[in-house]
């Protein structure tokens, strides 16, 4: 079974800090990562999506993505008390031509004034 | 573009009802997706629509549910003879291309509470 795993937090730090959000994936297919954002109550909003090896930049938000080790991660620089939600990861399943995401169980991101 | 809308947000049935969800994706959106998310979990697919033709279901989309997308507009997931363990949060998204640059847009989600 085609798994994203992440650690359910919650995740906590002082405003101003960078958190750093963390995920694997078992789908050694998948060419397609995402970042989703999901307030509590709230649907998910999309954040970032990277499918190269390395590096995106995006604003205070930087995905990274390591292929051989199956490894995505989202750095937020830069911390607000507004990024305060569950950050869901989710990977395109890579055996469907569909496009179906198969998403992590998120982790919740607490940051303190 | 007004964003992807589903109606109603929050519905509350008792157990054996069926229930009907819409789903308004964005207008130029020729890709959409339902997913269910309960609590503490992330969202899990249940079914693709490419224009009107449904292409994909999932294994967790038991005989109770049935969606359609007719003309390839919005698209409708109906659960009947509902059960508790439906409850969740139903969500749409939509997209106008393919992988991989594809990218996903969820509506708001309808609340459902199966009594």
């Known amino acids: 079974q085609k798994e994203v795993e992440q650690n359910s937090g919650p995740l906590s730090v002082p405003e101003g800090a960078i958190a750093s959000l963390n995920c694997t994936y078992s789908?050694?297919?998948?060419?397609?990562f995402f970042w989703y954002r999901q307030y509590s109550g709230k649907s998910p909003e999309l954040i970032m999506f990277?499918?190269?090896?390395g590096d995106k930049e995006d604003g205070r938000f930087t995905a990274q993505l390591n292929k051989a080790s199956q490894y995505v991660s989202l750095l937020i620089r830069d911390s607000q008390p507004s990024d305060s939600a569950t950050y869901l990861c989710?990977?395109?399943?890579?055996?469907?031509?569909?496009?179906?995401?198969?998403f992590g169980q998120g982790t919740t991101l607490q940051v303190k004034p | 573009d007004t964003g992807v809308s589903q109606n109603p947000r929050h519905k509350i049935t008792k157990r054996g009802q069926n229930v009907t969800f819409r789903c308004d994706p964005i207008s130029e959106h020729n890709r959409l997706y339902w997913y269910r998310q309960t609590l503490g979990q992330g969202p899990e697919f249940l079914t693709y629509?490419?224009?009107?033709?449904?292409?994909?279901k999932s294994r967790l989309l038991s005989d109770r549910f049935s969606a359609e997308r007719p003309k390839g507009s919005f698209s409708t997931l109906e659960i009947q003879r509902t059960e508790q363990g439906d409850s969740a949060m139903y969500l749409c998204a939509s997209s106008s291309r393919g992988p991989p640059g594809e990218t996903q847009y969820f509506g708001p989600g309808t609340r459902l509470l199966v009594l």
């Open positions: 990277i499918y190269s090896n």
């Open positions: 629509f490419q224009n009107e033709a449904q292409l994909e």
């Open positions: 789908d050694r297919g998948s060419q397609s």
């Open positions: 989710a990977s395109r399943d890579g055996s469907s031509n569909t496009g179906k995401l198969i």
